[in-house]
């Protein structure tokens, strides 16, 4: 990682997360002759979602069928298995089981087994009482869907060989650097920052959290706006861990697929249970605690939140118990590991989802992307984007070749 930013650029991506990163290492390999750099206002790259996320590689069961997030989830995971075990990044092939732990719950098992089917899920099968207990013996439920190809990895392992990559290429990452403004001149993009002024032919902004407050310093239209949303994990005593051999999900609501406490065995080793799903006063609220009088105003003052909330008030109060009480969060996971205990666990780290909402109060489920004068905006990248995150670089330097031309 180098320091300085250059004062020009061929492209300048903005956001040294996994997706950033991504799309700086693809337009290198499209364009070796390119001056590329990545500037990341952290000290380091894969500091935010990146780098606190529940490492599952999705295979893509659950998304609308046609959808970006369909497609771009299945091609990514299959491209994430193979990067890792080419640069020998951590990742297993561990399976995921869903568990339906009531009647009530079947007939949406099914409407995500025919997703997956139509996603092109590689392996997924319906599996009865006794498959469960086999697949997962402390695990208990009416029925279950498995899918052998989710798995895990180390993503900011994954991130750092981006980096790698990126250096390789001739390409620059600048950490440290915050991007503030975004001015077009007459052929560049001035780019001011905390190091001085990048001039860059395009840019392409990658800022996860906060990636609405750069698209709309770009021209872009305010809607849809960035919520945060944090996600608290709690981890097994050791002695514990036994009672989870890989993945371990709830059926989810269809309407809020990302909520729902799971349990994943992590790469190291660790069984996390988790994550919650909070709205918070800060786009970095790792703590609890941590408010910013900016984030708080702009989530407050956007008409969508209080839609949202006039909505979804009644999973918000649930989302708050699973926050402030650890036995109710564990409650959560014992409907489908019964022997799990609030004793059984530690507390562990929070990430923050940047989530993007609608002005309408509708939170936006597929990926985003959008133009203005000479640069693309990732508007919404939650997850499965670090599994995707091959797959979205790819998409992205089509869209630039087609909005930019390929040697502009
Ligand atoms: C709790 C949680 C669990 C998740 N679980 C999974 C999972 O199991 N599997 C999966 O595939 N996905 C998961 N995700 C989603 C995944 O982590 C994200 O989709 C992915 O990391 C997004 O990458 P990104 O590069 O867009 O964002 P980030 O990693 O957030 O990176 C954005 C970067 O932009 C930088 N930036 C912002 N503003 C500026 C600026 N003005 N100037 C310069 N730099 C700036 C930030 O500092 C940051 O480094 C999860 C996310 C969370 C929060």
Known sequence: MSSGAPQSADIAVVGGGIVGLAVARELLARRPSATVCVLEREPQIATHQTGHNSGVIHAGVYYVPGSL????????AREMYEYCERREVASEHCGKLIVATENSELERLAELERRGLANGVSGLRHVDQDEIRELEPHARGVAGLYSPSTGIADFPAVARAFAEDIAQAGGQIVTGCEVQGVSPTARRLRLSHSEGVTEAGHAIFCAGGWADRLAVAAGADPDPRIVPFRGAYLRLLPERRHLVRALIYPVPDPALPFLGVHLTRHIDGEVLIGPTALMVGARDAYRL???????LLETLAWPGTWRMLARWWSTGITELRHAALRSAFVEAAARYVPELQSTDVLGAFAGVRAQALGR?????????FSHTDRALHVRNAPSPAATSSLAIARHIADEAERAFGPND
């Not at 997030?69 to 990514?76: D, Q, S, Y």
């Not at 605690?289 to 984030?295: A, E, P």
């Open 289 to 295: 605690s941590t408010v910013h009088r900016r984030d």
């Open 69 to 76: 997030k369909a497609r771009l989830c299945v091609e990514g």
């Open 360 to 368: 309408d109060g509708k939170l936006v489920d597929d990926f985003v």
